[in-house]
């Protein structure tokens, strides 16, 4: 039985994570600060004793102590220590403000890190973002984790702010294998979505939750043009549970995760509106969104090369999933 410390276990990638880990067996300590999700998003294995969740946030020095003491205790019944870093501050309201993602995003991530090494953990998997690939992020086959990255600058864009921030935590991750102190990688999601979204700010739950509440959409002027590779959480977390499966590919490297069924936002829309029963959903258009990519297309060749993970949930399935939940 492994044991695995997931920061963010309540948010959209922590918390599926959490219930695939207590399925299969292993142990989890969880904590979060409920930003952007609810204990609800664990309530199946709330109780469960391989599951154990405390209400901690990762910017608190006391609580962390409290964290590693506890790792420390149970770590001597687990056959390997696994350390995931899914807590972010996410959502393009944040991006334009660095102030409201560093400490976490960075600093956080920065120090978790520090606690794994010190606790010996064998590894630890850094959740990291497609964002990176700022405005080159599309060619033919994809953008791949050894391209040169192009990102608009300070003068451009405060957007890239967000990008710079994960991108810095891809550098303490490979420090850290490089200097010998542990094993471990980070993987650049796309565009995650899941039934559990606790607010409508990220563009699935909104379409559905308008179209639900005002049978119509508003988006930006930039939908007008912008396609988007969606991931369902479930795709996201067993990508995790791949790579930390997999000793050889530990390696401080980086890995993307996407799917390859690119769509418009506009074709996103009348999507949802089919799986709702909604033909042809009105949709109206305000305000610009600086800096935003027209595509974002992600190669998988190397995960899949390295790994047996695949995406099993299509944009549609994911989306019935979507609708269903919100209709219990």
């Given at each position: 039985m492994k044991l695995y410390v997931i920061s963010g276990v309540t948010g959209m990638t922590g918390s599926e994570?959490?219930?695939?880990?207590?399925?299969?067996?292993?142990?989890?300590?969880?904590?979060d600060n409920f930003f952007a999700s609810s204990i609800r998003t664990v309530e199946e294995?709330?109780?469960?004793?391989?599951?154990?969740f405390f209400e901690y946030d990762l910017n608190s020095p006391e609580q962390m102590s409290a964290i590693r003491e506890f790792v420390e205790k149970e770590k001597q019944s687990a056959e390997a220590v696994v350390y995931v870093?899914?807590?972010?501050?996410v959502h393009t309201?944040?991006?334009?403000?660095?102030?409201?993602?560093?400490?976490?995003?960075?600093?956080?991530?920065?120090?978790?890190?520090?606690?794994?090494?010190?606790?010996?953990a064998d590894s630890y998997i850094n959740c990291s973002t497609s964002e990176v690939y700022s405005m080159q992020s599309w060619k033919e086959g994809g953008g791949r984790e050894d391209d040169f990255i192009t990102m608009a600058n300070a003068e451009h864009s405060q957007r890239t702010s967000y990008a710079t921030g994960k991108l810095l935590t891809e550098f303490f991750m490979?420090?850290?294998?490089?200097?010998?102190?542990?094993?471990?990688?980070?993987?650049?999601?796309?565009?995650?979505?899941?039934?559990?979204?606790?607010y409508p700010k990220h563009i699935i739950p909104h379409i559905i939750t308008s179209l639900a509440e005002n049978g119509t959409v508003e988006l930006l002027e930039n939908s007008k043009k912008n396609r988007r590779t969606f991931l369902h959480n479930i795709d996201s977390c067993s990508a995790v549970l791949a790579l930390a499966d997999t000793d050889s590919a530990l390696d401080?490297?980086?890995?993307?995760?996407?799917?390859?069924?690119?769509?418009?936002?506009?074709d996103l829309v009348r999507l949802c509106g089919e799986c709702m029963g909604i033909a042809n959903p009105a949709i109206s258009?305000?305000?610009?969104?600086?800096?935003?990519?027209?595509?974002?297309?992600?190669?998988?060749?190397?995960?899949?090369?390295?790994t047996n993970w695949r995406p099993v949930i299509s944009l549609r399935k994911g989306i019935e999933m979507c609708v269903s939940e919100m209709r219990r």
């Open positions: 994570l959490a219930k695939m880990l207590v399925e299969r067996g292993d142990r989890v300590i969880g904590f294995i709330h109780g469960n004793p391989l599951f154990q870093n899914c807590a972010a501050v309201e944040h991006f334009y403000h660095i102030d409201r993602t560093f400490e976490t995003n960075v600093l956080g991530m920065k120090s978790f890190l520090e606690q794994a090494i010190a606790v010996k490979k420090d850290a294998v490089m200097r010998g102190q542990i094993k471990g990688c980070s993987i650049r999601f796309a565009n995650v979505y899941s039934k559990s979204e606790l401080g490297s980086v890995y993307n995760v996407a799917t390859d069924e690119e769509i418009s936002i506009i258009f305000s305000g610009f969104r600086e800096s935003d990519p027209e595509r974002r297309v992600l190669s998988t060749e190397k995960i899949r090369s390295r």
